[in-house]
C-alpha cells in the first residue's frame, strides 16, 4: 500500500486535502478461491467558508476510484454541501450527490439532491423540513430507470417536569417511487449492510437468485463465504443475512452485497410512514420509561401485483437504570410485520467499575429472545464479555478478559467461548507484553478449539 497526502490552506476561510493511494491486493482463501487486485484512489477534499463566523460554508467531496483484477470497477463520486445559518434560529441544508460505477455487467449512475429547513425555539422545540430527490439509471443491455421522492417533518420536543424531564419526537414523511423497466433479472452492486447480533438484516430486493449472493468487504477484495462467514435465511419473498461469530465478518461490521434479483417491470407507490417516541427520565436519570410506536403503509400502488412491500406497525416499550457506574433495561419489542413479523424481549446489562484507579472492571451481558411468529420459532441470542485490569504500579497491570455467546434456533445453534490473560510492563522505552489465548466454537455439528502464548517486545525511539 502506498499512500500520499497533500493539504493547502490559500487562505483563513479555505482548506482542502488530496489523497493519493495505490493497493496491490492478493487474498487467499482456505485454498477455495483466489482474489487479486490493483486499486487507484484520488481524493480531493474542500471547504470554503464565506464569513468569519463561518455561519455559510461550502463542503466538496470528489474521489475517483479505479479497480482492476478478480473483480473490476471504476467508481466517481462527488458530493456537495451548502450550510446557511440565518436569523431567527434557522438553518438551511442542502446537498447534492453524484454516484457513477461501471463494471463488467452494468453502468449504475445516480443523482441525489436533499434540501431541509431546521428551526430551534428555545431549548425545547426544533423542528425541521425536508425534501428530497434520487434519480437512479442502470444500464445492462436494457435500460432500467428508478425516481424517489421523500418529504416530511421532523419534530423534538423536551419539557422539564418534577423530577426529571419528558421527551417527545414525532417524524412524518411521504415516499413516492416509480420504477420503469422490462421485467427480468437485474444486478445489485455493493448494497450496503451492518450485521450485528441478535438483529434482523433483510436484503432491500426480494425475489433474490440466492446462489448469486457475493458478500465483500469494503474494498471489493475480501469475500466472505456462505455457511462460514455468513447466513442466509429465507423470509418469504426475501433473504436474510447472519453473520456467523468466528468467521470474519466482526459484529457490527459493515459488509457490501451484490446479488441479482427478479424485477417485475414497471411499477410505482406511494408510502406513509409515522413514528412517535416518548421517554420519562427521573430522578437525575436514574430511571428511564420510553415507548416507541413506528407504522408504514402503502395507500397507493400501481401495477405491484408481484411487488412485496413491508406493511409493518411496531411497538417498542422499555425500562432502563442507570446507577452511574452500572445501567440495566429491559425492553419489549412486537413487530407486526407481511414479511417477518417477531416478537422479542431484551435484557441488558452494562457495569464500569473503577476502585481507586487500581481495579478495572467492565461487564456487559445482553439477551434477546424472539418468537419468529410466521415460522412459529423460537430463537435466543446471549452473550456476556467482561475485562477486569488490576495495576501493580504506574508501569505494570496484568489484565483478564473473555467473553461467552450462545445461540439457540434453527440452524443458528452456537457456542463460542474467547478468554485472554496479559501482563503488560514498560521499563524506560522497552514494553514487554506476555499473554496466553483460549478460543472454543462449537456452531452446529463442528468443533474448533484455538490455545495459544505469545510474548511481546518493543523498543520505542
Known sequence: LIEARASKSFGSRDRSELLYSHHDYLYRYAELHETAHLINRVALNNSIFFDPARKYNLNSRF???????????RRVELLEGLTMHLPYHLRLMGNFNLYNLKDQVQTWDQKRSRISLQHKLFQSLTSKLYLEYTRIKLETGHLHEETDIRGGVDLKYTKKIPSGYLNLTYRYYRHSHS???A??????????HSLRDGEISLLNKPYVEEQTVRLTDAS???IYQ????????????????Q???????????????????????????????????????????????????SVQEYPKVDQGDLLTLNTYHQHIYGIRLDVGFARAGIEGDQYNSN??????VRYYLDVNWNLKSAWLLTLNGNIRDYRMIADEVDQLYANVSGKLVYRIGPRMKVSLEGGYLNQRGANIDLDLLTSRAEFRSTFNKLQLRVGLELY???????????????IQLTRRF
Open 243 to 293: 453473520r456467523i461469530p468466528g468467521g470474519l465478518i466482526p459484529d457490527g461490521g459493515m459488509v457490501y452485497v451484490d446479488y441479482t434479483y427478479q424485477q417485475p417491470g414497471s411499477y410505482s407507490y406511494a408510502a406513509n410512514n409515522n413514528y412517535f417516541n416518548a421517554s420519562i427520565l427521573l430522578f437525575k436519570r436514574l430511571i428511564e420509561l420510553y415507548y416507541t410506536y
Open 226 to 241: 456462505l455457511n462460514f462467514d455468513y447466513l442466509l435465511i429465507e423470509r418469504g419473498s426475501y433473504l436474510e443475512i
Open 440 to 454: 472454543r466454537r462449537l456452531y452446529q455439528n463442528s468443533d474448533f478449539a484455538f490455545n495459544g502464548a505469545y
Open 179 to 181: 420504477t420503469n423497466g
Open 339 to 344: 414479511i417477518i413479523p417477531y416478537r422479542m
Open 183 to 192: 421485467s427480468g433479472m437485474l444486478q445489485v452492486v455493493r448494497e450496503e
Open 220 to 222: 471489493g477484495s475480501l
Open 63 to 73: 474521489s475517483w476510484y479505479d479497480q482492476q483484477g478478480s473483480y473490476s470497477f
